[in-house]
Each structure stands twice: as C-alpha cells, then as structure tokens.
C-alpha cells in the first residue's frame, strides 16, 4: 500500500466530521465518520484521519488533503471573532451602521440588524480622498494613520480592516496606509478593502473587509492546528480548504482571505452532487443536503450549481462569488418544542454534536427530529454507523411522548408531526430555489445527501411534486466527497463602471488581459501545472438605469459579439432585452482554475442478489399518509447488486445514511452505484 497514493476530502459539519479517500489508481472510494468537536474542529480531523490511518491507509501516501469547513460561518453567527478596528475615509466610519437604510423586516418592527462588527469608537477616520475618476483631492494624512494605530494599540485591537472610498479602483492610499499599520503593529493581520473585495457599493465592500479582518486571527490559529495535527500523523500535503465558490484555496490563501470560507462546506456538497447527477443523466436537479443542524439546497441547472455574488451570513452582507446555497435550520438535531399558543415546532435550534439527540445518548435532554425516526423505527433502533454508534430507542421514545402529551397527541401522532413539520419547512426552501424562480421541478430530480437527506428525502418530493430522488453512494460524506471533485480556483475581480463604447470596450479589453497576467500568476504560485490551467473571463453588465448587472461569460473581442450575448443572458435573467438602451459595464472577472480534481469514474458492476443484501424486516411507521406502521424489509446497501430494483416499503441501511422508501416508491441501482428512486404511476 505504500507506493499507493490518497487524495482525502474532509467535511467539518454540526455533528460529525466526514472522510472520503479515493485510491489514484484505482479510483476505489473509502468513507469514515467521526463525531464534530466544536471546541476545535481540527481534533475531529485529527481523530478521521487517525481512523483511515488505523483501518491501513498510508499517511505518507496520503497526495492531497482538502477539506470544506464551518469555523468562519459559526465565528459570525455567535459573534465569536477577535476585537477588530476600522480604518476609513473621513465622514465614512458609520457606513457600517447607515448600511442601506433597510430594516431587516419591513413590518416587524422588533426585528433588527445585528451590531456592526465594529464598535464605533474602533471605527477611526483619517483625511484622505480620490475622486471616482482617480484624481486625488485629500493626499493620505500619514501622521493620522499613525495616530489611529496608536489608538488601535491602547486598545489592544487583533487585526484592523481599511476601507477607503474609492479604493476598489485607485487603491495607493489604501496599501500606504496598509504599510504603516502594519509597522506600527507587528503581527497584527491588516486587511485592505482593495485585496479583500475591490468592486464598487461602499457598504458591501466595508462589511465584507471588517468581517475577513474579524475572523482572520482565529481563523490562521485553526488552520495552524490543522496543520499541526496532520502533521503529527505523518500526513505531509498542505490542507487545501473549500471556498464559496466551490474550489479550493492553499493555506495562504486561506488564512488571508477567510471571509472567502463562509460558504466552505455546502458549496463542496453541490459541486460533488452536480457532477454525480451530470453522470447519472440529471442535468438539472435541486440539491438537499440534510445535516445534524442545517438543510442546504441548491439548484444545478445543465449541470452547474447556481452562483450569486452577494449573500448575507447571520445577517451581514458578504460580497464575493459563492455557490447560491439556501440554509434553513432543519437538520437532524433540530429540537421539537412546542410555542406559547400551544402548536407545534421543529427547529431552528438544534441539539448540535453536543450533547446532541436524546437517542444518542451523550447528554442530550429535548426530542429532536432524530428521536423522532427513532421512536417511528425509520433508524435502526440498536445502533447506527454500521454498529459503531449505540442508540437508545426507548429514551427518544420517552421524549417524543413527553412532548406528546403537551400538545394532547400519542406518541406516534407527535413523532408524525414533528417529521411532517420538518419536511415542510425542507419543501419550503425547495420551492423558494425553484418554483419561485420560474423552475418546473417536475423535470429536476432531487439529490439527497447528508446524514438525514435520505431518510426524508421522498416524503419532501411528494410534497414539492419532484418525481425522481437520487441518492448517491455514501450520502453522508457527499460534502467530504464533492472536495475531492473540486478544483483550485479563485475570482479576480476589477470595477469598471463606465458606458459600453468603443474606448471603454478596448479599456474592457485591456484590464482582462492584465488580471489573466495576474491569475496566471496566482496559479503558478498555487504549484498549478501549466496543462492543468484555464481561464474564463466574465463581464458583468447592465443596462443604464439598472440597479443590478448580469454576468456574460467568455472571451469574445468583440464588441457586437458581447452586446449580443448580454442580450442572450438578460432574457434568461429578466425574460426580456431591449435593443435601443444603453448598456453599463460594472465589473470584469477572471476566474483562475487548475484542474486537480479527480474526475468521476464509473466504479465496477456490484454482484450479488437482492435476498442476500435483505438483513430484516422491521415494523416502521411510515407516517399517517403512507398507511402508519407497517413490515418494511430492511437491506444493507453495501450488498445491494448493481440493476437490483425493489419498492417501498422498505429501509436502506449503511454508514452513513439511512434510506426509507415509503409504499408508492420504487427504487433500482444504477451502474453508478446511486439509489434511483422514482414515484409509481397511480
């Protein structure tokens, strides 16, 4: 085993932290599971890989080790970051706080937008000003830059963002001002609006750079530990880690542009899950990923996830190029909970890895959606992980009818509710990605992974009206699986605004060609081979008067030709174009990608027969619109022969997941070893 070689994608989520290693040579798939450590998620990394390591795999053979992960998503969300100062333009430090002077709900007025990740008296101005046509009005006043570092020093701030107006595009004052904090302040990480995020709306760009300088330090302390500990195992790649995009990022690259991870985990789970639907005849699907604590869903369209240039975590807008991924809280540890007037609920809140579901017992006190498929027998009531994880079915079944007997409802009748209530909310980010965007999803099929994505999986295409489920091989490591379909990459970004004409297009032009200059660069120092690069240029455009742009994507010269492709992408956008209007170019982009990702391979045809893969028969409720409890055959996926078809009810076991197929259903083995799950015709 030691001249083989390992590439080993991680997933970090709420619950458990997942392992894929794919064998180069063969393109065999392994899978391990390991329970999260939310102290320090580079332990349960740590204790995955000392799992491979003891199951016989080589460290020192181990050539790639990528992983996606939620540290900086979970810094934001529980205001965990590092005290943090801001310096900016004179009469802009309360940019933050103005924001767009929106209220976050426009008829609840006990809503609010969260704290400014700055406090005001952090928030320092200095006299300096360009125009936006980079004529310099206010030179950089120095003396002040030294000053606010004074102030930033008494207060023993840990990094410093700088965001001066124009800087997205004339940006001499910003990396001045950069020079001296940073010898004024020796290690502490100094973030310039201009590296960070340089496009034009002041208010995105400032609170983009103050969130990259808020999680920076903690963030480089973790991705430390990180490498420390692969180290110690003998694991001598660098950890590449996920960024919104979907592609891969080094260390570096990491630790100075974290804010670029928000997104880490779910944007891996729908570029692996795009890829598998691809090759199992399923252009267009909608992703749903069901974890401990979250439901993630994401719309493929030919092929391709759907991207989005701005989105806000926990609140706060984040300006940069992600995968458009819908969060609800919904997963499997989200808690049951009945509200004042008396009804029902499931979520957001969740019981996380710690101390988790009641069934697990690690401590847990309130029923969660995973007491409740205990208590209805969808999940083996001895133990899950292939045995490696005692559960007790009897204390989710005494949760679930404490709960119960609180809203007046058997055991049976409130375990139901909280399964329907989940789905319901699952369906409802369904259809907020795709029917509400003009998307039949009768021609999409749904892609379920995650620890919980099957096992609600057909209850939610029923209620969505989605006819086809495809569950991939080893659903619950899909996320740790899709890093190892993911390629480096990152954005290269210029604003232009300016009216399309013929000196702006030769301008256009020209900008494109010195930002491919500095991909290129970046990718070489990537250690990207020169055969594995490429390069798509996008322009991003409106027309005059428009408020938002559309991205036109490719290489064309000419100016005609891009008119004419703007004009293709704003009727697939907006449904119309207007030929007599002038058109406004706003940003162009130069996507940088090496193409290191191990492409998929269509594994061997699995022998065998459905009766030696069947382990049981188990009375499982199926929910009171499939009939209640009823005898569901239970198989062992891993036995299941490929072309092997059966229908409902029945239960699907295996590592990482749990399937159920309610009567209605049928299911076949495809030749990729995904479970294809259709409904029957009434």
Not at 440 to 445: L, N, P, T, W
Not at 617 to 638: F, I, K, N, P, Q
Request: hydrophobic share 40%; glycine share 10%.
């Amino acid at each position: 085993m030691a001249q083989e070689q390992f590439r080993i994608g991680v997933d970090v989520g709420g619950t458990f932290t997942d392992l894929s290693l794919i064998d180069e040579g063969t393109g065999e798939l392994h899978h391990f599971k390991t329970p999260s450590t939310p102290h320090d998620p580079s332990e349960a990394i740590q204790n995955g890989l000392r799992q491979a390591i003891d199951a016989g795999f080589n460290p020192k053979a181990v050539s790639h080790l990528g992983h996606g992960t939620t540290v900086a998503t979970n810094m934001i969300i529980e205001r965990k970051g590092t005290l943090t100062g801001l310096l900016t333009t004179k009469g802009f430090r309360d940019v933050l706080e103005i924001a767009r002077q929106q209220r976050p709900h426009l008829y609840d007025y006990s809503v609010h937008r969260p704290a400014p990740l700055v406090d005001r008296w952090l928030r320092l101005e200095v006299s300096e000003r360009f125009t936006a046509d980079g004529d310099e009005l206010i030179p950089l006043d120095e003396a002040a830059v030294r000053a606010a570092a004074a102030q930033f020093r008494d207060a023993k701030v840990a990094a410093v963002a700088v965001c001066f107006v124009h800087a997205y595009r004339f940006d001499s004052h910003e990396r001045r001002a950069g020079e001296i904090l940073r010898e004024e302040l020796p290690g502490v990480p100094v973030s310039l609006s201009s590296e960070v995020q340089p496009e034009f709306r002041e208010f995105e760009r400032f609170s983009t750079t103050v969130m990259n300088a808020y999680l920076t330090p903690k963030m480089t302390g973790y991705l430390d530990r990180l490498m420390h500990r692969s180290r110690e195992l003998k694991v001598s790649a660098a950890p590449h880690t996920v960024h919104s995009n979907g592609g891969l990022m080094s260390m570096d690259t990491a630790k100075a542009f974290p804010v670029r991870t928000c997104l880490s985990g779910p944007a891996a789970g729908v570029v692996g899950a795009a890829q598998v639907a691809q090759a199992a005849g399923f252009p267009n699907a909608v992703t749903f990923d069901v974890g401990g604590t979250s439901t993630d869903v994401s719309l493929i369209l030919n092929g391709r996830g759907a991207y989005t240039p701005l989105r806000e975590v926990a609140g706060y807008p984040v300006r940069c190029p992600m995968v458009d991924v819908h969060v609800i809280g919904a997963g499997g540890g989200s808690i049951a909970w009945v509200d004042d007037a008396g009804a029902l609920k499931a979520g957001p809140q969740s019981a996380g890895a710690v101390p988790g579901p009641v069934g697990y017992m690690r401590g847990g006190t309130e029923p969660t959606i995973t007491d409740a498929n205990l208590h209805l027998g969808r999940l083996n009531p001895v133990a899950l992980l292939n045995g490696a994880m005692p559960v007790d079915r009897d204390v989710a079944t005494q949760v679930v009818s404490a709960i119960g007997r609180r809203i007046g409802a058997s055991p049976d009748v409130a375990a139901d509710g909280i399964i329907r209530i989940a789905v319901a909310n699952m369906a409802r980010a369904i259809r907020a990605i795709s029917i509400e965007r003009g998307c039949d999803v009768k021609e999409f099929a749904l892609v379920a992974f995650g620890g919980a994505g099957p096992l609600h999986a057909p209850f939610v295409a029923d209620e969505v009206g989605i006819p086809t489920v495809l569950i991939p091989e080893a659903p619950g490591t899909m996320c740790a699986r899709g890093v190892l379909l993911s390629n480096v990459s990152q954005s290269f970004v210029s604003s232009h605004v300016a009216p399309l004409s013929d000196a702006s297009w030769r301008e256009v032009l020209a900008r494109a060609a010195a930002m491919r200059n500095e991909a290129q660069a970046w990718l070489a120092d990537e250690q990207v081979p020169e055969g594995l690069r490429e390069y798509v240029r996008i322009i991003e455009a409106r027309y005059v008067g428009q408020n938002f742009e559309v991205r036109v994507e490719g290489d064309m010269a000419d100016r005609e030709v891009f008119v004419r492709a703007f004009y293709q992408v704003n009727d697939e956008v907006y449904g119309y174009h207007v030929e007599d209007r002038g058109i406004e170019i706003v940003n162009i982009r130069i996507e940088a990608i090496g193409r290191i990702a191990t492409p998929l391979r269509e594994p061997p045809a699995l022998a065998g027969s459905l009766a030696a893969a069947r382990i049981e028969t188990r009375s499982v409720h199926m929910g009171e619109d499939y009939g209640g409890w009823t005898s569901a055959a239970v198989y062992d996926r891993a036995r299941l022969p490929t072309g092997a078809s059966f229908t409902g009810p029945t239960v699907i076991e295996e590592l990482t997941a749990t399937t159920l197929l309610p009567p209605g259903w049928s299911a076949e083995v495809d030749c990729w070893r995904n479970l294809i799950l259709t409904r029957n015709a009434h």
